[in-house]
Structures are given as C-alpha cells and as structure tokens.
C-alpha cells in the first residue's frame, strides 16, 4: 500500500467564494492529487450582496440569515473541488464580515476589521500547528483590492504563521512547527487583459465589459503559476454553488456588479516567504511546494 502524500496546503480567506475566486482550480487540482488541502474561512460574509432576488431578505439589512445559508454555500463547493478540510475560523464564536471600507458595518461589536490581529491569529496558529502545512496561501498587505477583511485576514495570517513556530526554534527545545513556503494570491494584468479579450469575443453574455473594474498587479509580482486547466469544470461547479453571491454563464463568471472574468484555469501567486534554509526558485514556479 503507498504511502499517504505527506503534503499539506492550507488556504486562509475572508469570505465564502473568495477561495474558489483565487484558487479553485489549484485547490481541485493538488487535492485531485492526494493533498492534504484545508480552508480557513474568517467570516462568513453576512455583508456579501446578493444577486439572486428571491434570496434578499437573508441579507443583513432585513433578516440577517445570510452566513447560515453562505455556510452551506461553502460546504457544496468545497465537495466540488474534493475539499474535505474547510473551517470558520473561531467556529460558533465567529467574527462578522464588516462590509466595504467605511461602511457602518466596519463598527459592529463582531467585525473582523476590529478584532485584535494577535488573538484572531490564536486559534489559526493552533491550525497550523495541528496540520503542519509545508505552503500557505492568503492575500498581500492590500488585502488583493482593499476590503477591511481581506486586509484583516493577510494580517491575521501572517501573525498566526510567526505565532506558530515560522522558522523560529520554540522555547523548550521542541521541534518547530515551520511553514516552509507563504504565498499571496495575485492578478497579473496580463491575465486580466486575455480574460477581456475573451468575453469582448463573446457574443452572447449577460456581463458588462469593464477591466478596470479588476484589481491586478504587474506581470513581474507573479512568482508561481499552477496549471489547473485540467480542474476547470470543479471550479465553475464551486463557483455556482456560490449562487448567492455571483453568476455563471457559460465559461464566465460575475460577481455583484456583473463585470465579466472569466472562469481560469491558471491561477497566480507571490511567494511572500520561503524557510531559509530552501534552495532560491526559479523565476517562475509551477508547483506551490517546489524546492521543499
């Protein structure tokens, strides 16, 4: 009998669909491949819009069940991709999604913008000691487009991974719990320009035009790039059982304001931290866990 892939990638995100957005098809692909694969989800974004109309009043300005129903959303996206390892984190105890900058929400007593960025990182480092991932993924200081959660969870992330033993002898002489690789999620304007290039090709789509309205990074901040082309009928799966919170038609997706993306099957990163003691990369990857 072989043995189990020792591996192990854990993804942290603000929001239910982020981790399909940026990384479903590399979720499906290194799970597909016998992967340890985990999710940390910090909220459970009662603030997201909702764009099916017979679904708004679970929003948080009429009944405020949206995180209930956004859980479930999850979990049936996360069988899709053949992720078995997703979380909340704080479980019950949850932080609340705190909306757009600026918004009233970012002021509930709940919200993750206002939590203490060392004991929300608690009980992630907890993770990260239990599951020993080698590679983990979460978002630049910007949060990818400035969203207090997702500036909230790279804080949190990176704060739990030094928390945890990040290339740092723990006192007592016990063996390090180390991450050996972090990377942030990215958007190469490249990547950006073929995605408008194809829906502009498209003549029979619901979504508007609009690159501007992406958030990208240079070509040149993108250090790895997986190829999970063969994985894309798992993504666009995940994405529609996000149905709450974007649309999908044909090989296209759209979040709350209908701009276009399409549904990709390479997906970007930055590789923000690498354990000294690993051999430098070349300049582009095609594996999270090269060089371990």
Known sequence: MADADPRCLLLVHAHPDDETIDNGATMARYAAEGVHV???????????????????????????????????????????????????????????????????????????????????????????????????????????YGHPDHIQTHRVAMRAAELAGLAVDPPGGREPHIVSKIYWNCHPRSAARFSAKALQAENHTPFLLDESAISVTDDSFATCVIDGSGHLAAKAAALRAHATQLSVHGPFFALSNNVGRLIAGEEHYHLAHRRPDLAPAGRLEGDLFAGI
Do not use: K
Request: proline share 7%.
């Open 38 to 144: 985990a999710l940390v989800t910090c909220t459970l974004g009662e603030e997201g819009d909702i764009v099916v109309p017979e679904l708004a009043h679970l929003g948080a300005a009429h009944e405020d069940r949206l995180a209930e129903h956004r859980e479930g959303e999850l979990r049936n996206a996360m069988s899709a991709l053949g992720v078995t390892d997703h979380r909340i984190l704080r479980g019950a105890d949850r932080y609340r999604d705190s909306g757009m900058m600026g918004s009233p929400s970012n002021d509930h007593p709940r919200s993750f913008w206002r939590a203490d960025p060392d004991e929300a990182a608690l009980p992630l480092a907890d993770i990260i000691r239990e599951l020993r991932p080698q590679v983990m993924v979460t978002y630049g200081p910007d949060g990818g």
